[in-house]
């Protein structure tokens, strides 16, 4: 039986991490330097890449994009989460956790399309070099873009207004550090079918898409490589796609974590800790992918291009 109906919510209580009270003060450091170090990251990344004419390509067209959307994306859900770890407030206004769970809808599905058409600015990098200018112009690259981010917003628009219908019932408790679209399907005591079969219908196209387009460009760029095998050709192959391969790979294992595998017992602990990767580690990490294995990205650069 769920507990009676409440059609009116005026906010929610986020139960956070499952972490005993006198872990707290080392956690909170640790999640507040992984997340200053995720927004300076990326912010560093933005800025050389606007100042360093050599980095005016589409590549680093598309990655400024995509370091922009995870600095929202973790600021989305862990400023909320360092505070309710300091304050033990755990209280979340209506309005504020639809709207957190609107953003983090949005840019979890920017992230697919940008990912997407950075593997498609690879393929045709390595499997059409002679047409590369020709086929990524700026009229191209803009459109992919701004594309994303329509697409993006629509998707999560979608989600947030078919929750928005729905009654909740009297339990405010969501066991998590943020209001995840699943966590508060589970609060909703009305009919939930619809909001469930657009998830797995237009929210999956929306997830898988842009994976069969990243699919698709490597198993191109794979047998454009191994068709003229060469060491040579194959570690610059390697160079010019293993920073986005692992990225690719960080970003869908941990959402794999989330919503793929089979829930166990402690599916809520499983859940909590795979997003804190989602969101907290995977950000955080992209910066350091990025310019330890581009040369191109090389932090003197920027202090080159600072210091005149």
Same mark, same amino acid.
């Given at each position: 039986?769920?507990?009676?109906?409440?059609?009116?919510?005026?906010?929610?209580?986020?139960?956070?991490?499952?972490?005993?009270?006198?872990?707290?003060?080392?956690?909170?450091? *640790?999640?507040? #330097?992984?997340?200053?170090?995720?927004?300076?990251?990326? $912010? /560093?990344?933005? =800025? &050389?890449?606007?100042?360093? %004419?050599?980095?005016?390509?589409?590549?680093?067209?598309?990655?400024?994009?995509?370091?922009?959307?995870?600095?929202?994306?973790?600021?989305?859900?862990?400023?909320?989460?360092?505070?309710?770890?300091?304050?033990?407030?755990?209280?979340?206004?209506?309005?504020?956790?639809?709207?957190?769970?609107?953003?983090?809808?949005?840019?979890?599905?920017?992230?697919?399309?940008?990912?997407?058409?950075?593997?498609?600015?690879?393929?045709?990098?390595?499997?059409?070099?002679?047409?590369?200018?020709?086929?990524?112009?700026?009229?191209?690259?803009?459109? *992919?873009?701004? #594309?994303?981010?329509?697409?993006?917003?629509?998707?999560? $628009? /979608?989600?947030? =207004? &078919?929750?928005?219908?729905? %009654?909740?019932?009297?339990?405010?408790?969501?066991?998590?550090?943020?209001?995840?679209?699943?966590?508060?399907?589970?609060?909703?005591?009305?009919?939930?079918?619809?909001?469930?079969?657009?998830?797995?219908?237009?929210?999956?196209?929306?997830?898988?898409?842009?994976?069969?387009?990243?699919?698709?460009?490597?198993?191109?760029?794979?047998?454009?490589?191994?068709?003229?095998?060469?060491?040579?050709?194959?570690?610059?192959?390697?160079?010019?796609?293993?920073?986005?391969?692992?990225?690719?790979?960080?970003?869908?294992?941990?959402?794999?974590?989330?919503?793929?595998?089979?829930?166990?017992?402690?599916?809520?602990?499983?859940?909590?800790?795979?997003?804190?990767?989602?969101?907290?580690?995977?950000?955080?990490?992209?910066?350091?992918?990025?310019?330890?294995?581009?040369?191109?990205?090389?932090?003197?650069?920027?202090?080159?291009?600072?210091?005149?």
């Amino acid at each position: 039986m769920r507990p009676k109906n409440q059609s009116s919510m005026s906010e929610f209580l986020l139960l956070g991490l499952p972490i005993r009270p006198e872990q707290q003060g080392m956690f909170f450091t *640790l999640f507040l #330097g992984m997340y200053l170090t995720t927004v300076l990251g990326n $912010l /560093l990344i933005i =800025l &050389l890449i606007r100042l360093d %004419s050599r980095l005016h390509t589409p590549m680093y067209f598309f990655l400024s994009h995509l370091a922009f959307s995870d600095i929202s994306f973790s600021s989305v859900t862990v400023p909320k989460m360092l505070m309710n770890m300091q304050t033990q407030h755990l209280s979340i206004p209506y309005v504020a956790c639809i709207s957190q769970m609107y953003f983090f809808i949005f840019f979890v599905c920017l992230d697919n399309f940008l990912l997407a058409v950075m593997a498609y600015d690879r393929y045709v990098a390595i499997c059409q070099l002679l047409h590369y200018t020709t086929v990524m112009r700026e009229e191209l690259c803009i459109l *992919l873009v701004a #594309g994303s981010w329509f697409f993006s917003c629509a998707h999560a $628009l /979608l989600h947030t =207004l &078919l929750l928005s219908r729905l %009654s909740f019932c009297a339990d405010n408790t969501i066991p998590h550090f943020f209001c995840d679209l699943t966590a508060l399907l589970k609060l909703i005591c009305s009919d939930t079918s619809l909001n469930e079969l657009v998830i797995f219908t237009e929210g999956g196209v929306f997830a898988f898409l842009p994976l069969c387009a990243i699919f698709g460009s490597y198993i191109r760029i794979g047998a454009t490589i191994l068709g003229v095998p060469s060491i040579k050709r194959i570690c610059k192959g390697l160079s010019t796609c293993g920073s986005h391969l692992l990225v690719v790979f960080l970003y869908y294992g941990t959402l794999a974590m989330i919503y793929f595998i089979p829930s166990s017992n402690n599916s809520e602990v499983k859940d909590i800790i795979a997003s804190i990767i989602y969101t907290v580690v995977t950000p955080m990490l992209n910066p350091f992918i990025y310019s330890l294995r581009n040369r191109d990205m090389k932090l003197r650069h920027l202090l080159e291009k600072l210091c005149r």
